[in-house]
């Protein structure tokens, strides 16, 4: 934090302002008379918590969305950006959170794609010439001629990178790029970023993560519902008061767990083996045990068989070898049905596609997999009754923001969708509970929630196997935490003994560090 | 693409219900109106043409009853059709399997009528069997996709051709089929003691209608209140967060194929017994594929799916007069129906979005 400039020093050329700026996605106003700007050579985050309007803001800089009210100044005249590519004209490259390359691309023909190119035919030759002396510039190791889908996340998102830096851009946007990184990828990726500024190049940063607010940028915009809240220079401001700006409200960063004795074994996992959709093997033979009252935190960056081994335990993927016991009965091979009847709920990774129904009601939503218990069920029909209790007192319980339980749960916000999946996985009073990156994408305020329900069900005898990609959340929450890389668990350690460089290393795959 | 012309669309504000309601009437209107052009293009009168149409399917009480009869398998179909593409299962098989529960049917009514002769008794195994020929051929392709992951879309259309050609093979070539007493290619007379009864004394409408009037009240309650229509509007809806939740798809497929194809079949029984009294090729002129289209206009609404079915069975009955009074074709009844489905489908999309320009900055 310390090394950060002053931006009132050699930081006086502003190269975008906004004035104004409004964007209306009826009955929302996602962006409400936002002004702002960016210096030269500066890194600017974009603070906020999940629709705040921050990445609205940013597509609307990048031409995707067309401001309502409001004007763009680029170099201080005013300008209309219709589209992403008058914007890469102008000089604005952004990277978006989901990346759009593709895959059976190479990473040069990826970064030539939608070029306006003299001439019918590509100059290769050149291209992968200017690409290489850029990868060697900022010490990125990339292979020109690598297929997409072949590079690691962090690999993807260099391509893009390279992308708007090929085209020379002045002004480069990043939408929550370390979302997909390890801890080790996030810091050289800063490292990175800080060269570019300096030689010059403008870096808007959007995150909702204090920590990366305070080790990357030069300046902080924060926003809240739409409404741009203030602009501070970062070193004058300290997380606890970024994180009042952005919510509100203080909040509580560390949640409060308890020391609980260990029970018995609930969840045994014997020598897993599972293939991914494409037929790969991709967990390979893993071995663990979720005792009673126990938190046990997979940590591991996306892709490395977590979702395959997610999907293997509720029994929606076939095991190729190995079993799974629950309770003393062995579930490998048993139907999705039958798992959950035996007391093991599930919170999926993707709540949107894998956990609700977005047409139905939530009052529906919260019996989803229910339907045919009781006393959901009475006779041949549902129980409407208790149903619309049972929801009811959920949205008492669990502070869902709805006008009623017959609100389309497709209207929700993402915090609020989490809500009602965790209503009706704990509703269900499980033995245990799998949650895959249960709070990605969530505002500080619900995630604090999420986590002392979480803690609640441990301190009641619950078993939870928590998959997540951030490491704080692992820290914060597991009792002891394994780290799965390429399909398999390289170490199990209790959190206690936990050394946050080892798992981070362990997380990109280095198993032994080397004393330098 | 539309950006180019400073126009962008949007999801439009939720619209008062009642205004719907008169926006797809309109939408109705306009589908009659394109219509007349079309008749008007053949050197036809449309005013004319629709009074006559009116008249022959609303006319007077005889009219109306008949076209409630007309109504009856036209709305089984339909409900066919809503109860797999509730659950997105595209299920386009309910032609074959009308005639599979037609075939049925009077298979039974051959090998029961000598011992049972006539009455309740045999009237149920009738119906049943009219049900379980739809149902076996709507549960294979259930089967075939559950099992072997064969799409429900190709499967079902490939068994329509092979059941309506095998009924024409059977209907020609085959003693047990083959009318004795007739050259055409269909069955002996059913007797008539074994008919479907008849509900009004001056009108050939029979029981088979308020069968199916009642199974659209009890499919809508199926729908709506009961595990099994939340188990199928579910997978509609999220086939994979249904999945996950541990419902059995695979099941799920297959008994819904085997309701459908049920009441597809009921719509064949009914043709047969309640209506030509002897099975051949004629029993459909498709109303399978009908039935298709009235579910969708009836936007998978089962109690809906009467009206539309009565609308749709006035129009066809309307139009067999057609040609005799106006020299009109009745073909022009296929016209009608697909700019009905069409305008309305166009009606309701525009619905749910609308077309705005794009505001400028400054």
Redesign the interface.
């Known amino acids: 934090m310390g090394d950060n400039i002053n931006p009132t020093a050699g930081h006086d050329y502003i190269l975008l302002e906004t004035n104004k700026l409004t964007k209306l ?3 929302v106003t996602a962006n409400d008379g936002i002004d702002f700007e960016i210096y030269k050579g500066e890194i600017h985050c974009l603070l906020g918590e999940n629709g705040a309007g921050k990445t609205t803001l940013a597509e609307c800089l990048f031409g995707f969305y ?7 100044l680029w170099k201080g005249e ?1 300008v ?1 950006i ?2 992403p590519s008058e914007a890469m004209k102008m000089g604005i490259g952004m990277v978006h959170q989901h990346f759009m390359l593709v895959d059976t691309h190479t990473v040069l023909e990826n970064i030539l794609l939608g070029r306006d190119t003299p001439g019918f035919l590509l100059d290769e030759r050149a291209a992968r010439k200017r690409i290489t002396e850029l990868c060697d510039q900022y010490n990125v190791n990339l292979d020109p001629n690598a297929l997409i889908w072949q590079l690691s996340v962090g690999e993807q998102q260099w391509v893009e990178i390279l992308k708007a830096l090929y085209e020379g851009v002045e002004l480069l946007i990043l939408d929550e790029p370390t979302a997909v990184l390890t801890p080790h990828e996030s810091e050289r990726l800063f490292s990175i970023l800080k060269r570019m500024s300096q030689e010059g190049l403008s870096i808007i940063f959007i995150t909702h993560k204090l920590n990366e607010v305070v080790q990357v940028s030069d300046r902080v915009t924060v926003l809240r519902k739409g409404k741009k809240v203030g602009t501070v220079n970062t070193w004058e401001v300290s997380k606890a008061g970024l994180a009042r700006m952005m919510v509100g409200r203080d909040v509580v960063f560390r949640v409060k767990r308890e020391k609980i004795v260990r029970g018995e074994a609930l969840l045994e996992l014997h020598g897993v083996q599972a293939q991914n959709d494409l037929g790969f093997l991709s967990v390979r033979g893993i071995d663990l045990t979720l005792h009673k009252g126990e938190i046990l935190g997979i940590a591991g960056v996306a892709g490395n068989g977590q979702k395959e081994l997610f999907e293997v335990l ?3 993927r076939e095991t190729r070898k190995g079993k799974v016991v629950l309770q003393g009965e062995v579930i490998s091979g048993k ?7 035996k007391g093991l709920s ?1 919170v ?1 990774s993707d709540r949107i ?8 009601t939530i009052a ?1 939503n919260m ?3 229910y ?2 218990s009781k006393p ?2 009475k006779g ?3 129980n ?1 009754k208790v149903i619309r209790t049972f929801a009811e007192e959920s949205m008492d319980s669990y502070e869902i923001a709805a006008p009623s339980i017959d609100h389309l749960t497709g209207s929700l916000s993402g915090g609020n969708l989490q809500k009602v999946v965790l209503a009706r996985e704990i509703g269900s009073r499980p033995s245990v509970i799998l949650a895959n990156q249960p709070c990605r994408g969530l505002d500080v305020g619900v995630i604090e929630y999420v986590h002392n329900q979480f803690l609640r069900l441990r301190g009641e005898g619950v078993g939870i196997l928590l998959f997540s990609e951030d490491i704080e959340e692992i820290l914060t929450l597991s009792d002891r935490i394994a780290v799965i890389y390429q399909g398999e668990i390289l170490d199990v350690t209790d959190t206690d003994k936990a050394d946050i460089e080892k798992l981070g290393l362990l997380m990109a795959g280095v198993k032994e560090i080397q004393d330098a | 693409m539309l ?1 180019a012309f400073g126009l ?1 669309v ?1 999801k439009a ?1 939720k619209i008062n219900p009642i205004v719907q309601i008169l926006l797809i009437i309109v939408a109705v209107l306009v589908a009659f109106l394109i219509s007349g052009w079309f008749i008007s293009l053949t050197g036809g009168d449309p005013a004319e043409a629709f009074t006559v149409m009116f008249k022959g399917a609303f006319g007077n009480k005889r009219k109306v009853l008949e076209t409630l009869l007309r109504s009856a398998p036209l709305l089984l179909t339909a409900l066919a059709t809503v109860i797999t593409f509730r659950a997105q299962i595209w299920s386009i098989g309910q032609e074959g399997q009308l005639f599979s529960g037609a075939m049925f049917a009077y298979l039974l009514y051959r090998i029961f009528q000598p011992v049972l002769r006539e009455g309740l008794l045999l009237l149920t195994v009738v119906v049943i069997g009219g049900f379980l020929g739809g149902a076996l051929l709507g549960l294979l392709s259930g089967f075939m996709k559950a099992k072997f992951n064969v799409d429900i879309i190709i499967s079902t259309v490939m068994l329509n051709y092979i059941v309506t050609t095998m009924l024409l093979f059977l209907l020609y070539d085959h003693k047990y089929w083959m009318g004795t007493t007739t050259y055409y290619p269909r069955t002996d007379p059913i007797a008539e003691s074994s008919w479907y009864p008849i509900l009004t004394s001056d009108s050939r409408l029979h029981m088979g209608f308020l069968i199916a009037v009642g199974l659209a009240i009890l499919i809508y309650w199926i729908l709506k ?3 099994y229509g ?2 199928i ?2 997978l509609g ?2 086939p ?9 798809i695979g099941r799920l497929i297959m008994i819904t194929m085997f309701f459908s194809g049920g009441l597809a079949g009921l719509a064949g029984a009914g043709e047969v017994f309640g209506v030509h009294h002897n099975l051949s090729m004629e029993i459909s002129p498709g109303y399978g594929y009908t039935g298709i289209i009235i579910a969708m206009v009836a936007e998978l609404n089962p109690l809906i799916c009467i009206l539309v079915s009565v609308l749709f069975g006035g129009l066809i009955n309307g139009s067999t007069i057609l040609i005799a009074a106006t020299g009109i074709h009745s073909s022009i009844t296929f016209v009608i129906q697909a700019l009905i489905l069409m305008s309305v489908l166009i009606c309701r999309a525009l619905m749910k979005y609308r077309i705005r320009r ?5």
């Not at chain 1, 067309?66 to 763009?72: A, N």
């Not at chain 1, 139907?335 to 009847?341: K, L, T, W």
């Open positions: 996605f009826p009955p067309t401001p309502d009210q409001g004007e763009i005013k209309q219709n589209s509720i029994g929606v139907s999705a049905g039958h798992i959950r009847s599930h999926p596609k894998e956990g609700l129904v977005m047409d139905f529906e019996i989803l997999g339907e045919w959901f069920r041949l029909q549902l409407n | 950006k962008e949007v504000r209140r009961t595990p939340y188990d509007r579910a809806a999220n994979i967060a249904t999945k996950f939740k541990g419902i059995n794009i505001a400028h900055v400054g």
